[in-house]
Structures are given as C-alpha cells and as structure tokens.
C-alpha cells in the first residue's frame, strides 16, 4: 500500500523566503524579535514556516517572525512546509493564522481585509465567508479606516478598545477626532462614557434654531405691500406705490403725502 507525504518539512535558503506582500501584520516588536530568537538558538524552530513557491523563489505564508528572527540568527537554511496554493488563498491563509492568535490589532485586521478585497475583487459578504466572519462584523472593521491615521495612533497608543474607536467615527473632523481622543484618555471613560460625551459634542455642534419665515412665493410681499397702501387710501391718505422691476430686482417705491397723513393724525 502506496504512502501519500503530506505537509513534509524541507530545509529551504533563507535569502529565497521573501515576505508575504499582503502581510496583515505591519508592527514587529524588536525586544519579541530578539527573545524569539534566543528561543529559537536555543531549543531549535518548533513549527516550521509555510511558503509557496513563484518566479521569485518562496513567497512566505505564515511564520515571518519566524522568518525575521533566522535573520536575526544569520541562518541560512530555515524548516519549511511548501504549500499549493494561489496568491489569494496564501493571503487569506496569513490573515486567518493571525486572526486566530489574536496578532493583530484592530486597525491592523481592518487593513488586511480592506487590501484583500481590493487586490482580488472581492465583496464583503465574499471575504467575510473566507474569513468565518459575520458581513457586518466586516463592514464594522473597514469602518475603522475611515478615522485619521493620527488618530488610530494615538488610539492604540492610549490602549483605547475597537468600541472606543467606532464611537469615534461620528466626528468626521480630524482635530475634533483628537481632541475627544485627549478628553477620553484624560478622564480614562468607558466605552459608555465615551458615546454619551460625542453625543454632547454633537449636540453643541448643531447651528442654534432660529426662526426663519420661509416663503416660497414673493407674491405674498407684493400683497402685503398692495393691502398696507389700499387700507391708506381707504383712511383718505393718498397714498401711492409704484413697482419697477428688471431682471435682478422687484423696486416697490411707495409715496405717501406727508401734509394729508399728519392731518389724519391730528383730525383722528
């Protein structure tokens, strides 16, 4: 009876490993790069990476800390599985493995996602199927880039949650984004706290009420203007208007006899 091998570890040169170009992770801790490294001299690689092979040599899958740390060590050979697979499963795969070690953070997930869809056409509810996630659980996470980069780093300096940052989003100007970032690491507020306090801000963003008399039709100045003179006239104050007109203005001029209207007043 026949063996089948499957996922065999080889030795491959570490100078033909290249990075995954859609590496979700942007951030490698330098201090975790080195203890990985002594781990790594002293007790040997315990899982080895996972590659695929291009024009280009062995494009990596999974396992670039590992990869940075045989670096580090100068190694020349590192333990490897060679997978068969395309690009975009080979990115999906190195999404997921990051996913589910809770490697990256949230604006580095929204990212990734966002730069899958793009480089190989795919919807939401496509990416969310491969991903095992709900669409809306996606649609939430790309939300994030709509924040400055200013502010999503200072919100993952300052240890703020994804919730913190979603709340963020219904300032859509970037110093206000800041400022509110400053405010709820200040007065260290919840996610709670932090929604009631951009509702607040909201509020006093809106232009105050002020009543308007709105008229749609300019006829209804022109009456007022007509009725003020008839009722005039009918007092016996001959009173006069007159009305020119050109294609930027309506002029009413209206004349009212000054030695009639005080006799009025004083005979009234």
């Known amino acids: 009876m026949s063996e089948r091998i499957v996922n065999q570890v080889v030795l491959i040169p570490v100078q033909e490993v290249y990075p995954n170009p859609d590496q979700p992770r942007r951030d490698f801790s330098e ?86 869809m793009k480089a190989h056409g795919l919807s939401q509810g496509e990416i969310a199927a491969r991903l095992g996630m709900a669409q809306s659980t996606v649609a939430n996470k790309l939300r994030l880039l709509r924040l400055s980069p200013q502010a999503r780093d200072k919100i993952l300096e300052y240890g703020l949650t994804e919730r913190h940052a979603r709340c963020l989003l219904k300032l859509e100007n970037s110093q206000a984004q800041m400022e509110a970032i400053e405010h709820i690491c200040r007065k260290t507020l919840n996610v709670a706290q932090s929604e009631r306090y951009i509702a607040e801000l ?26 003020a003179v008839e009722t005039m006239k009918q007092a016996g104050i001959n009173a006069k208007a007159e009305r020119d007109e050109d294609n930027e203005f309506i002029c009413f001029t209206v004349r009212i006899p000054k030695k009639s209207a005080l006799q009025k007043r004083a005979g009234g």
């Open 31 to 116: 201090d975790a790069l080195q203890e990985l490294a002594q781990s790594i001299q002293q007790n040997g690689l315990l899982q080895p990476v996972s590659v695929r092979r291009t024009s280009k040599g062995y494009e990596l899958i999974a396992g670039e800390r590992r990869l940075r740390a045989f670096l580090l060590l100068q190694k020349q050979e590192i333990p490897a599985i060679v997978e068969e697979m395309d690009a975009l499963a080979s990115s999906t795969l190195a999404l997921i493995e990051n996913l589910q070690r809770a490697d990256l953070n949230f604006f580095e997930q929204a990212y990734a996602i966002g730069g899958l």
């Open 202 to 227: 909201l509020e006093k963003q809106k232009p105050r009420q002020t009543r308007l008399l709105v008229l749609k039709d300019v006829r209804l100045f022109i009456n007022t203007i007509n009725k």
